[in-house]
Nanobody, 123 residues
Framework: QVQLVESGGGLVQAGGSLRLSCAAS????????MGWFRQTPGKEREFVAA????????YYVDSVKGRFTISRDNAKNTVYLQMNSLKPEDTAVYYC????????????????WGQGTQVTVSS
């Protein structure tokens, strides 16, 4: 059974850093684009970043450009999200997922969602 497990979330002060990991099991995703989304209560799931299957192409929502970096290690079947200069507005549950169609920024393009990891940034 396919499973994605996110980890690395926590409580951090504004300006701090966290590194999220998304480990896949059940099958390899080395030929799939992958993405990170985040969600706060009462709001829709928001696209954060995506990476091509080779790792050669990345894309970010404007609000995290220059602060977040998505990467992957296909040998470990793992995707990462390095988050620097965190802001209180980055507080959310962060999810990773497998992209199954062309539109990276649309959550409907994704499948096999993880359970999420909570990131809380205090001011």
């Amino acid at each position: 059974q396919v499973q994605l497990v996110e980890s690395g979330g926590g409580l951090v002060q504004a300006g701090g850093s966290l590194r999220l990991s998304c480990a896949a099991s059940g099958r390899t995703f080395s030929r799939n684009d992958m993405g990170w989304f985040r969600q706060t209560p009462g709001k829709e799931r928001e696209f954060v970043a995506a990476i091509s299957w080779s790792g050669g192409i990345t894309y970010y929502v404007d609000s995290v450009k220059g602060r977040f970096t998505i990467s992957r290690d296909n040998a470990k079947n793992t995707v990462y999200l390095q988050m620097n200069s965190l802001k209180p507005e980055d507080t959310a549950v962060y999810y990773c997922a497998v992209c199954v169609s062309a539109t990276w920024t649309d959550h409907r393009s994704y499948d096999h969602w993880g359970q999420g990891t909570q990131v809380t940034v205090s001011s």
